[in-house]
C-alpha cells in the first residue's frame, strides 16, 4: 500500500502539480487604458501576481488577495481536473469517461461560484480585486480544457477514427490534403475544441486580449460581476438602484447568451467528429453548424443594441472560425477518406480473456431477485 | 458447434452481456473474469443447440430457382426474350452479358420487384406471383445499385431485418457478429446508412441476407462490384462455402474473372437473348474459336473484334 502510495507521488502528482503551478502563473487578465496620447496604462493579472505598467517603470507585485487564500481556492478549483486526471488514469481503453467529464465539469463551475462569492462569508469581506477573479474564471477554462475536454475528446473519437487518415485515391492528388490527411486524426478533436473555445472570440471593436481566453466560466462573469455591484451599490448608494438594475439584467442576459454560444461551439465540434467516424448522416452536422451560425448572427446584433456579453473591450463580433473549420472539413471527407487502422483492433483472445466485464448493475439485481425467487419456490 | 463457441469467443463485453440476456444466464456477480464469462455462455448455448443446430436441417427444392419461358417488354422493347434457367441447391450460375443484355431486368423479375410480361418465376417451389411472401421469405437479393433505410443504423438494421424474417434472436446474435466479423464492418454497427460508401451498404445488406439462416437462395447483382479487394475475396469464398453447404446461388455480373471464378454455370444473355448456356467446357464446344471465357463471350455476343 505504501509502496503504491510512493510510486503515485513520484509518478502522477508532481507532474500534474507542476502543470497547475505552470498555469496558476499565467496570465489570464488583461486590460488596457489608452485614455489620451499622454497617458496610458496595461495590466495583466494572473493568480498570484499582477503587472502594471503607465509607460514609467514598471511594477510588479503580489495581487491584493492573501495569499494563503489564493492557494486555497487554486486548489478547491483545481481539485475536480485533478481527480479526473487520476481517474482517467485507471480507466481501461473500453470505459467511456464522458460521464466523468461531464461531472467534473459541473462541480469544477460550482466550486468556482462558491470562491468566487466567498467573500460574502467574511466579515468586511471585499471584492476589491475584480481582475483576480477574471484571472481565477481564465484559470479554471484553461484547466479544464487542457484536463478534462481534450482529454476525454481525445479518449473517445482515437477509439473509432484511425490513426492516420490516407487520401483517397479517387480523386486526383493535392498538397494541402496529403498534408492534412497525414495530420493524426486525435489532433482533429483539439483542433475543434480550441477553434469552439478561443478563436471565434478575437474580432472586436477594440482588439481586447479578455475577448481570446473565455471560456465555460463566462456566464458567471456577469453574475460575478452584478454581485460586485450590489456590494458596491450596498455600501456607497451612489447611484440610482434602478439603472444599476437594468444593465445588471443586460449582463445577465449576456450571459445566458454566452452559454449558448459556448453549448453550440461545443456540440458543433463534436458532431463533426462523430461526422468523420460515420455516426450521424450529413444533414444532421449540417443543421447544428447552420444553427450555431443563426446564433452568432443574433449575438452580433443583440450586441450591437447594447446587450454586453459581459465582456471588458466593448462592441464584440463572434467570428465564427470553428463553423468554417467545420464546413470546410464535412464537405472534404471524402477528399480526406478516412482509412486505416483504428485503436478498435482487438487485443490477442488469451489477454481479452483475463479481462474483467463489469455486468450491468440492473442485471445484477435482476439475476439475484430470481435467484432467491427461484429458492423460494423450491 | 465449434463455430459456435468461436463466434462467441470474439464477442466484446457489450455483446457477451447482450447474448447472456437473451440466454437468460444469471449473472449475480457485478465484475467477472471474461474468459469465464464467456465459458458460462458457451455451456448454455450447448443446451440451448442440445438437438443440434436448427438450420443444419434444413433443405431447399430440388429447383431453389426456376424461370420459364420469361418476356419482358418495356412498351415495344423486349428486355428479355422467352429465357429459361433452373438453379439447383449447391450451384452457382453465372447470368453473363453486356450492358442492357436484361441480366438486372432478370433479376428485378425473380425478385418480384417488376412481374413479367410472360412466363413464370419459382422460387424454391413457390410461384413469385401466386405466393409472393413465401418465394421471397427463402431468397436475398441485392441490387446492383443497392439503397438501403438511410435513417437506421446498421446495427438496427440488422435487427431489423432479422426481427422481420423471424430469426430467434439467439440466432440473429450470433450470426450478426459472424458475418460482421467476415465482413469488417464491426466499426460501422453505430453508423447510419445514409452515411456509408457504395461499398459499405452492400457489406451491409450482404450481412442483412446472412443474418438469416441458411441455406440460401441467392440473387446477387453484380454483388463484386463496389467492394474492395478483401471484401470481394471474402465474398467469392463465402459464395463457395455456401454453396458446399446446399444454397443456390444466381449471379449476374459482366466481370467475366469473377464469373469464371466462383460459377459452375453460365448463362451468357445479348440483348435479351440467351446466345449460350452450360458449363466452361460445353461452352468451349460450343465455340470452337474461343480458348477462355473472354473469348467465348466475346464469340457469342458479336464476334471477336479483329486486332
Given at each position: 500500500m505504501l509502496a503504491r502510495v510512493g510510486e503515485e507521488l513520484r509518478s502522477f502528482w508532481p507532474v500534474q502539480m507542476f502543470k497547475i503551478?505552470?498555469?496558476?502563473?499565467?496570465?489570464?487578465?488583461?486590460?488596457?487604458?489608452?485614455?489620451?496620447?499622454?497617458?496610458?496604462?496595461?495590466?495583466?493579472?494572473?493568480?498570484?501576481?499582477?503587472?502594471?505598467?503607465?509607460?514609467?517603470?514598471?511594477?510588479?507585485?503580489?495581487?491584493?488577495?492573501?495569499?494563503?487564500?489564493?492557494?486555497?481556492?487554486?486548489?478547491?478549483?483545481?481539485?475536480?481536473?485533478?481527480?479526473?486526471?487520476?481517474?482517467?488514469?485507471?480507466?481501461?481503453?473500453?470505459?467511456?469517461?464522458?460521464?466523468?467529464?461531464?461531472?467534473?465539469?459541473v462541480v469544477s463551475l460550482i466550486c468556482l461560484v462558491l470562491v468566487s462569492y466567498s467573500y460574502w462569508f467574511v466579515p468586511g469581506g471585499w471584492a476589491s480585486d475584480s481582475m483576480y477573479y477574471q484571472s481565477l474564471q481564465g484559470f479554471v477554462t484553461v484547466l479544464l480544457v487542457l484536463f478534462v475536454f481534450i482529454p476525454t475528446l481525445?479518449?473517445?473519437?482515437?477509439?473509432?477514427?484511425?490513426?492516420?487518415?490516407?487520401?483517397?485515391?479517387?480523386?486526383?492528388?493535392n498538397r494541402l490534403y496529403s498534408r492534412i490527411a497525414g495530420f493524426a486524426p486525435r489532433n482533429i478533436s483539439k483542433l475543434m475544441v480550441l477553434a469552439a473555445l478561443i478563436l471565434p472570440y478575437g474580432v472586436g471593436?477594440?482588439?481586447?486580449?479578455?475577448?481570446?481566453?473565455?471560456?465555460f466560466s463566462s456566464p458567471l462573469v456577469g453574475s460575478t460581476s452584478i454581485s460586485y455591484y450590489y456590494h458596491y451599490l450596498l455600501r456607497t448608494m451612489d447611484k440610482p438602484f434602478s439603472i444599476a438594475l437594468f444593465f445588471q439584467l443586460g449582463s445577465m442576459a449576456a450571459g445566458f447568451l454566452?452559454?449558448?454560444?459556448?453549448?453550440?461551439?461545443?456540440?458543433?465540434?463534436?458532431?463533426?467528429?462523430?461526422?468523420?467516424?460515420?455516426?450521424?448522416?450529413?444533414?444532421?452536422?449540417?443543421?447544428?453548424?447552420?444553427?450555431?451560425?443563426?446564433f452568432l448572427v443574433l449575438v452580433s446584433v443583440l450586441n450591437g443594441v447594447g446587450v454586453n456579453l459581459g465582456l471588458a473591450g466593448g462592441a464584440f463580433i463572434p467570428f465564427p472560425v470553428s463553423v468554417f473549420i467545420g464546413l470546410w472539413l464535412i464537405?472534404?471527407?471524402?477528399?480526406?477518406?478516412?482509412?486505416?487502422?483504428?485503436?478498435?483492433?482487438?487485443?490477442?483472445?488469451?489477454?481479452?480473456?483475463e479481462q474483467e466485464v463489469i455486468i450491468p448493475i440492473i442485471y445484477v439485481l435482476e439475476s439475484r431477485l430470481k435467484r432467491r425467487f427461484r429458492r423460494y419456490k423450491s | 458447434m465449434n463455430s459456435v463457441k468461436s463466434i462467441v469467443e470474439r464477442m466484446d463485453s457489450d455483446e457477451l452481456i447482450r447474448l447472456a440476456r437473451q440466454l437468460n444466464v444469471s449473472l449475480t456477480e457485478r465484475k467477472m473474469k471474461r474468459g469465464l464469462l464467456v465459458e458460462t455462455i458457451q455451456g448454455e448455448l450447448e443446451e440451448y443447440y442440445r438437438e443440434g443446430i436448427p438450420w443444419k436441417k434444413t433443405r431447399l427444392s430440388d429447383l431453389a430457382i426456376q424461370i420459364s419461358g420469361l418476356t419482358k417488354k418495356f412498351g415495344k422493347t423486349v428486355a428479355v426474350r422467352g429465357l429459361n434457367l433452373a438453379v439447383r441447391p449447391g450451384q452457382i450460375v453465372g447470368l453473363v452479358g453486356p450492358n442492357g443484355a436484361g441480366k438486372t431486368t432478370t433479376l428485378r423479375i425473380l425478385a418480384g420487384i417488376i412481374r413479367p410480361t410472360e412466363g413464370t418465376v419459382q422460387v424454391n417451389g413457390f410461384d413469385m406471383n401466386v405466393h409472393p411472401l413465401k418465394a421471397k421469405q427463402r431468397l436475398g437479393y441485392i441490387p446492383e445499385r443497392p439503397t438501403c433505410y438511410p435513417n437506421l443504423k446498421v446495427r438496427e438494421y440488422l435487427t431489423f431485418i432479422a426481427k422481420i424474417y423471424r430469426v430467434p434472436p439467439i440466432d440473429a446474435t450470433l450470426?450478426?457478429?459472424?458475418?460482421?466479423?467476415?465482413?469488417?464492418?464491426?466499426?460501422?454497427?453505430?453508423?447510419?446508412?445514409?452515411?456509408?460508401?457504395?461499398?459499405?451498404?452492400?457489406?451491409?445488406?450482404?450481412?442483412?441476407?446472412?443474418?438469416?439462416?441458411?441455406?440460401?437462395?441467392?440473387?446477387?447483382?453484380?454483388?463484386?462490384?463496389?467492394?474492395?479487394?478483401?471484401?470481394?475475396?471474402?465474398?467469392?469464398?463465402?459464395?463457395?462455402?455456401?454453396?458446399?453447404?446446399?444454397?443456390?446461388?444466381l449471379v449476374s455480373t459482366h466481370i467475366l474473372e469473377v464469373a469464371e471464378g466462383i460459377c459452375d454455370r453460365f448463362i451468357i444473355m445479348n440483348e435479351g437473348d440467351v446466345v449460350g448456356k452450360g458449363t466452361l467446357e460445353e461452352l468451349l464446344e460450343q465455340t470452337p474459336n474461343a480458348h477462355t471465357i473472354e473469348e467465348i463471350f466475346l464469340e457469342l455476343t458479336g464476334g471477336i473484334p479483329d486486332a
Amino acid at each position: 500500500m505504501l509502496a503504491r502510495v510512493g510510486e503515485e507521488l513520484r509518478s502522477f502528482w508532481p507532474v500534474q502539480m507542476f502543470k497547475i503551478i505552470i498555469l496558476a502563473f499565467i496570465p489570464y487578465s488583461i486590460q488596457f487604458a489608452f485614455q489620451s496620447p499622454s497617458y496610458f496604462h496595461v495590466r495583466l493579472g494572473s493568480m498570484f501576481w499582477t503587472w502594471y505598467s503607465t509607460g514609467m517603470p514598471v511594477l510588479t507585485d503580489l495581487n491584493s488577495i492573501n495569499p494563503w487564500t489564493a492557494i486555497t481556492n487554486l486548489l478547491v478549483v483545481a481539485g475536480p481536473s485533478l481527480y479526473f486526471c487520476y481517474r482517467l488514469r485507471a480507466m481501461s481503453a473500453e470505459e467511456s469517461p464522458s460521464r466523468l467529464a461531464a461531472a467534473t465539469m459541473v462541480v469544477s463551475l460550482i466550486c468556482l461560484v462558491l470562491v468566487s462569492y466567498s467573500y460574502w462569508f467574511v466579515p468586511g469581506g471585499w471584492a476589491s480585486d475584480s481582475m483576480y477573479y477574471q484571472s481565477l474564471q481564465g484559470f479554471v477554462t484553461v484547466l479544464l480544457v487542457l484536463f478534462v475536454f481534450i482529454p476525454t475528446l481525445q479518449r473517445v473519437s482515437s477509439k473509432r477514427l484511425p490513426r492516420r487518415l490516407t487520401q483517397s485515391n479517387k480523386h486526383t492528388p493535392n498538397r494541402l490534403y496529403s498534408r492534412i490527411a497525414g495530420f493524426a486524426p486525435r489532433n482533429i478533436s483539439k483542433l475543434m475544441v480550441l477553434a469552439a473555445l478561443i478563436l471565434p472570440y478575437g474580432v472586436g471593436l477594440f482588439v481586447d486580449p479578455n475577448n481570446f481566453i473565455l471560456s465555460f466560466s463566462s456566464p458567471l462573469v456577469g453574475s460575478t460581476s452584478i454581485s460586485y455591484y450590489y456590494h458596491y451599490l450596498l455600501r456607497t448608494m451612489d447611484k440610482p438602484f434602478s439603472i444599476a438594475l437594468f444593465f445588471q439584467l443586460g449582463s445577465m442576459a449576456a450571459g445566458f447568451l454566452m452559454l449558448g454560444v459556448l453549448g453550440l461551439q461545443v456540440l458543433f465540434a463534436h458532431e463533426t467528429l462523430r461526422y468523420l467516424e460515420d455516426r450521424i448522416t450529413q444533414k444532421r452536422v449540417t443543421l447544428v453548424g447552420v444553427i450555431l451560425l443563426v446564433f452568432l448572427v443574433l449575438v452580433s446584433v443583440l450586441n450591437g443594441v447594447g446587450v454586453n456579453l459581459g465582456l471588458a473591450g466593448g462592441a464584440f463580433i463572434p467570428f465564427p472560425v470553428s463553423v468554417f473549420i467545420g464546413l470546410w472539413l464535412i464537405k472534404k471527407k471524402d477528399q480526406l477518406l478516412l482509412e486505416g487502422e483504428t485503436e478498435l483492433t482487438r487485443p490477442e483472445l488469451s489477454t481479452l480473456q483475463e479481462q474483467e466485464v463489469i455486468i450491468p448493475i440492473i442485471y445484477v439485481l435482476e439475476s439475484r431477485l430470481k435467484r432467491r425467487f427461484r429458492r423460494y419456490k423450491s | 458447434m465449434n463455430s459456435v463457441k468461436s463466434i462467441v469467443e470474439r464477442m466484446d463485453s457489450d455483446e457477451l452481456i447482450r447474448l447472456a440476456r437473451q440466454l437468460n444466464v444469471s449473472l449475480t456477480e457485478r465484475k467477472m473474469k471474461r474468459g469465464l464469462l464467456v465459458e458460462t455462455i458457451q455451456g448454455e448455448l450447448e443446451e440451448y443447440y442440445r438437438e443440434g443446430i436448427p438450420w443444419k436441417k434444413t433443405r431447399l427444392s430440388d429447383l431453389a430457382i426456376q424461370i420459364s419461358g420469361l418476356t419482358k417488354k418495356f412498351g415495344k422493347t423486349v428486355a428479355v426474350r422467352g429465357l429459361n434457367l433452373a438453379v439447383r441447391p449447391g450451384q452457382i450460375v453465372g447470368l453473363v452479358g453486356p450492358n442492357g443484355a436484361g441480366k438486372t431486368t432478370t433479376l428485378r423479375i425473380l425478385a418480384g420487384i417488376i412481374r413479367p410480361t410472360e412466363g413464370t418465376v419459382q422460387v424454391n417451389g413457390f410461384d413469385m406471383n401466386v405466393h409472393p411472401l413465401k418465394a421471397k421469405q427463402r431468397l436475398g437479393y441485392i441490387p446492383e445499385r443497392p439503397t438501403c433505410y438511410p435513417n437506421l443504423k446498421v446495427r438496427e438494421y440488422l435487427t431489423f431485418i432479422a426481427k422481420i424474417y423471424r430469426v430467434p434472436p439467439i440466432d440473429a446474435t450470433l450470426r450478426m457478429k459472424e458475418y460482421v466479423d467476415l465482413f469488417q464492418l464491426n466499426g460501422l454497427l453505430n453508423a447510419y446508412i445514409g452515411t456509408l460508401s457504395k461499398g459499405n451498404l452492400q457489406r451491409t445488406l450482404l450481412v442483412g441476407i446472412f443474418v438469416r439462416p441458411p441455406p440460401y437462395i441467392l440473387a446477387l447483382d453484380e454483388p463484386i462490384y463496389g467492394l474492395d479487394p478483401r471484401g470481394a475475396w471474402n465474398l467469392k469464398l463465402l459464395l463457395k462455402k455456401l454453396r458446399d453447404e446446399g444454397s443456390a446461388i444466381l449471379v449476374s455480373t459482366h466481370i467475366l474473372e469473377v464469373a469464371e471464378g466462383i460459377c459452375d454455370r453460365f448463362i451468357i444473355m445479348n440483348e435479351g437473348d440467351v446466345v449460350g448456356k452450360g458449363t466452361l467446357e460445353e461452352l468451349l464446344e460450343q465455340t470452337p474459336n474461343a480458348h477462355t471465357i473472354e473469348e467465348i463471350f466475346l464469340e457469342l455476343t458479336g464476334g471477336i473484334p479483329d486486332a
